[in-house]
């Protein structure tokens, strides 16, 4: 059983910055591709970032290239989404998701198994 727990969301003022943490249990961390989703009221889930294995290779929606970083701590079991510059556009809800598979680059919700609560990110104007 994997269990993935969210954390760091909050309240922010356009132009701030928050760091989203998310941290596998009961599974090889190593195994795992992560990445970022997004959902605003009212919308799709829609992909933020993706990071490979080795955390070498990293993926990110044009529409936060530039101002949002993945990143991934092995010692830890954790992934981060360090977001700057946000933008009222960016309120959501941030799940973190997990891949064993060969397409987690793709950047498709329907190729991760495995996700987490989902943590709130609103930002005000």
């Known amino acids: 059983q994997v269990q993935l727990v969210e954390s760091g969301g909050g309240l922010v003022q356009a132009g701030g910055s928050l760091i989203l943490s998310c941290t596998v249990f009961g599974r090889t961390f190593s195994r795992y591709a992560m990445a970022w989703f997004r959902q605003a009221p009212g919308a799709e889930r829609e992909f933020v970032a993706a990071?490979?294995?080795?955390?070498?290779?990293?993926y990110y929606a044009d529409s936060v290239k530039g101002r949002f970083t993945i990143s991934r701590d092995s010692s830890k079991n954790t992934v981060y989404l360090e977001m700057n510059s946000l933008k009222p556009d960016d309120t959501a809800v941030y799940y973190c998701?997990?891949?064993?598979?060969?397409?987690?680059?793709?950047?498709?919700?329907?190729?991760?198994?495995?996700w987490g609560q989902g943590t709130h990110v609103t930002v005000s104007a």
């Open positions: 998701a997990a891949d064993q598979g060969a397409y987690w680059y793709r950047g498709l919700s329907s190729d991760y198994a495995y």
């Open positions: 990071i490979g294995r080795s955390g070498s290779m990293k």
